[in-house]
């Protein structure tokens, strides 16, 4: 199991161009999240999926912010246009309904962007 | 809603001493409990989890963390720290009668000195 594979694992972007983010869940889970961490604001849970379908998109913190599930073995979180404050280290994890309850999530390594 | 408090940014150890890593929620009913590890350029890594039964969990690498109903904490601790275990922590605390997505402390970065 190659486990949650996020790409790239760095990227430097100039304000306002666009910005796509990529994950693989492991297969089988049913459960996808997208995080956010930075030293002011720790780690944020931006929106999660379930089956495919967005349950929670609460903490997307603006329109510029949209992420989607096409299949089960694809995610992708996109920025338009990018901002500097963007800047952050964003993770993906996975899960699957009992292994929440049992074994938390897997966390992706990270794509950690810089916008300037 | 629930909350999770890590009160302490930074720890600073010498190798071979013993930690513990504090946590405090907020939750009105039985939480379930984590705690993950972050090495640098890593994601997060379970430790240990808590949601019923025996106080004292035990995880992986030689840590445990113990549940305090009376304190709503739930610490981290290791008798003896390698300088390996440098990295950041991260209590989060789960609805036991929701979906079980965790509440993420902000972190305790922990420093060991040889």
């Known amino acids: 199991d190659a486990g949650v594979i996020q790409s790239p694992r760095h990227e430097v972007t100039e304000m306002g161009q666009e910005v796509t983010l990529r994950c693989k869940p492991i297969?089988?889970?049913?459960?996808l999240f997208w995080y956010r961490q930075t030293m002011m604001r720790g780690l944020e849970l931006l929106i999660y999926?379930?089956?495919?379908?967005?349950?929670?998109d609460s903490g997307m913190p603006e329109d510029r912010f949209s992420a989607k599930m096409p299949n089960a073995s694809f995610s992708t979180l996109k920025i338009q246009p990018s901002e500097p404050r963007d800047s952050a280290v964003y993770f993906c994890?996975?899960?699957?309904?009992?292994?929440?309850?049992?074994?938390?999530?897997?966390f992706g390594s990270g794509t950690r962007l810089t916008v300037v | 809603a629930q909350s999770v408090t890590q009160p302490d940014i930074h720890i600073t150890v010498s190798e071979g001493a013993s930690l513990e890593l504090r946590c405090n929620y907020s939750?009105?009913?039985?939480?379930?409990l984590f705690w993950y590890v972050q090495s640098p350029g890593q994601g997060l890594q379970l430790l240990l989890k808590?949601?019923?039964?025996?106080?004292l969990v035990q995880g992986i690498k030689g840590f445990e963390a113990e549940f305090k109903r009376s304190q709503s904490s739930f610490n981290l601790r290791k008798p003896s720290v390698h300088w390996s275990d440098a990295a950041e922590y991260f209590c989060?605390?789960?609805?036991?009668?929701?979906?079980?997505?965790?509440?993420f402390g902000r972190g305790t970065s922990l420093i060991v000195h040889p």
């Open positions: 999926f379930n089956n495919n379908v967005p349950i929670d």
């Open positions: 297969s089988g889970h049913d459960y």
């Open positions: 994890a996975s899960s699957y309904q009992d292994s929440l309850a049992n074994y938390g999530y897997t």
């Open positions: 989060a605390v789960g609805a036991s009668g929701g979906s079980y997505i965790p509440t």
């Open positions: 939750y009105g009913a039985t939480p379930y």
């Open positions: 808590y949601f019923s039964g025996d106080t």
